[in-house]
């Protein structure tokens, strides 16, 4: 007997052919999670992929699923305000990102002025074991490091940036920028079509579908966090001589973690497919929030909560 089920589902990159559905379901007999379904979306007789979609979650009665596309809109697109600009926006909610903002780079210049000579011993100290600082009330627990520093000096453009893009930044800014070169942009891999696209297949998805949002490198850091993976695991995620067994290797080590049971042919796929693998991995973000094993992630004064899942393994 099923009680409890999750899936995830990368949308991420456009290519609608690579689209893969990825479900766990609980056995109470079993005591276990199963992946149960790992499956990529393809035309069918007389169904299109949208259709497979929509029909892949009505077969299941699923009830929760996590994408890796963003579920919120950046404030301007819903903004009610005579607009003076971005550098003059009085929206209470860009009033608050900007002061955290502008609190961030106060306590930076302050500790540099105070003792600038400690300021950049720290600091190196810092860049060298990739910390980052998280602001929570004012606090700061460490040293600002000059990646983070720039990006905080181009400032929140409220017509790109949704609120949940600060939260992100201050607590994986610079592990993301140092193990996957890159930063986090929650609209720098979306493509109008597949925006459009997803907006469409939400008006036919039932009602009682909970939707949340993942990132595979949120997943992949929390995974390294907890010594789940190690270093070498990303490294070599990103190397196409190794990245298929190394893919198979963090599934297996999530398996034994998580206490959950993987069938030989969805390793198969998870080698052979990096969808099926970032599908895989947002399942799994989603587990964790069944668990109720997730970070807490700040509106900043926002209504609409973007659903955003940060896992927690250790």
Not at 73 to 91: N, Y
Not at 105 to 110: F, S, V
Not at 174 to 183: A, G, P
Request: with cysteine.
């Amino acid at each position: 007997m099923k009680s409890s089920s999750i899936a995830g589902m990368s949308l991420g990159g456009g290519q609608k052919e690579n689209f893969f559905f990825c479900l766990f379901e609980y056995f109470e007999k079993e005591k276990r999670w199963f992946l149960t379904s790992l499956k990529q979306v393809r035309d069918e007789e007389k169904l299109d992929r949208d259709e497979v979609i929509t029909n892949w979650i009505n077969n299941y009665s699923l009830k929760r699923l996590v994408v890796d596309f963003p579920l919120t809109k950046p404030l301007c697109e819903t903004c009610s305000l005579d607009c003076p600009g971005v550098k003059h926006c009085h929206h209470p909610v860009i009033n608050n990102i900007n002061r955290i903002l502008n609190d961030l780079l106060d306590i930076d210049t302050k500790m540099r002025d105070e003792n600038p000579k400690r300021y950049e011993q720290e600091r190196e100290v810092s860049n060298q074991v990739s910390k980052r600082a998280v602001i929570t009330k004012g606090s700061c627990d460490h040293m600002l490091s000059k990646s983070f520093k720039r990006r905080i000096k181009k400032g929140f453009i409220p017509y790109w940036n949704r609120p949940v893009d600060l939260w992100v930044w201050q607590y994986y800014y610079d592990e993301i920028l140092n193990y996957f070169n890159t930063s986090y942009d929650s609209f720098g891999n979306i493509s109008l079509m597949l925006m459009n696209r997803f907006h469409y297949l939400l008006r036919h998805f039932p009602s009682d579908l909970n939707l949340y949002e993942s990132n595979t490198y949120i997943i992949l850091i929390e995974l390294l966090k907890a010594k789940v993976i190690a270093k070498r695991d990303i490294d070599n995620l990103k190397d196409l001589e190794t990245s298929a067994i190394t893919r198979v290797k963090i599934a297996k080590a999530i398996e034994k973690k998580l206490d959950l049971f993987i069938y030989t042919k969805d390793l198969e796929l998870i080698a052979k497919n990096i969808k099926a693998f970032e599908s895989f991995l947002l399942a799994v973000s989603g587990y964790c929030l069944v668990l109720k094993q997730t970070r807490q992630v700040d509106k900043y004064g926002q209504k609409e909560s973007a659903n955003l899942i940060a896992p927690i393994f250790s």
